[in-house]
């Protein structure tokens, strides 16, 4: 008999307060208040991933 691992693609989401007071973001608070929007929620790799296309956009040329 072969049992096969489920592999589940929920991923835990936060909301825009609860990432706003998280530890692992408290030193980019300022750009997340902004980036974020009220009621939506979002995983840390959608936040990791709005963090890092907002830095590229800002480079200077």
Do not use: W
């Amino acid at each position: 008999m072969v049992t096969r691992e489920k592999k589940t693609t929920d991923k835990v989401v936060f909301t825009k307060n609860t990432i706003l007071h998280s530890q692992k973001y408290s030193n980019r608070r300022d750009l997340l208040s902004v980036l974020l929007e009220d009621g939506k929620t979002y995983t840390k790799d959608q936040v990791d991933a709005l963090i890092e296309n907002f830095m590229k956009k800002g480079k200077v040329k």
